[in-house]
């Protein structure tokens, strides 16, 4: 077994939560699940959130100052299927769901009901990815249970991976 295989074994493993980042600039908006995201410094506050290059939400995040960060409710299984298994390309995920402008007018979920906005510090490629550094400065909490990543295998890409 070669060391990627293995690195790619250990990872299926992981649970984390899943979440929907939204975003929007020039009078454009757009919305992805994201599977690679997380805390990444306890003070200041920071949240490191990985967009796929392939991605819409990728493209319009690079004109954005602000992106919002929505941690994926356990119940919210088609939340999670519009946001991962269909491409702002082709459809207006926002014409499917509610929702209400929020920071900087950044689209925030109405059934997400943890979620926080963060101001775009820094861009980082990193292989398929980029790494977009947040700095939170807004948000909502409640109790809701988690969405997951093993739950959110099951959703096929709605853009290349």
């Known amino acids: 077994m ?6 790619h074994e250990l990872v299926a493993q992981l649970e984390y ?3 929907i ?3 929007a600039a020039e009078g454009d908006r757009a919305g992805c699940l994201v599977g690679f995201a997380t805390q990444c ?5 920071r949240f490191l959130v990985c967009l796929s290059r392939e991605n819409r939400t990728f493209r319009v995040s690079l004109h954005a100052e602000v992106i919002v960060v929505h941690l994926v409710p356990e119940q919210a299984a088609d939340l999670a299927e519009l946001f991962g298994g269909c491409t702002g390309d ?5 014409a499917r769901c509610e929702w209400s402008p ?3 007018g950044t689209p925030v979920l109405e059934r997400c009901g943890n979620w926080f906005a963060g101001r775009i510090l820094e861009r980082v490629p990193c292989g398929d990815h980029w790494a977009v550094l947040l700095e939170p400065f807004a948000g909502a909490s409640d109790t809701t249970r988690p969405f997951t990543f093993h739950r959110a ?3 096929t890409p709605g853009h290349p991976a």
Request: proline fraction near 14%.
């Open 153 to 155: 295998q099951r959703i």
């Open 90 to 94: 082709e459809v207006d995920k926002f």
């Open 21 to 23: 980042v939204t975003v």
């Open 41 to 45: 410094s306890i003070e200041p506050p």
């Open 17 to 19: 939560p899943m979440f």
């Open 2 to 7: 070669t060391t990627q295989d293995t690195v």
């Open 102 to 104: 929020g920071p900087g």
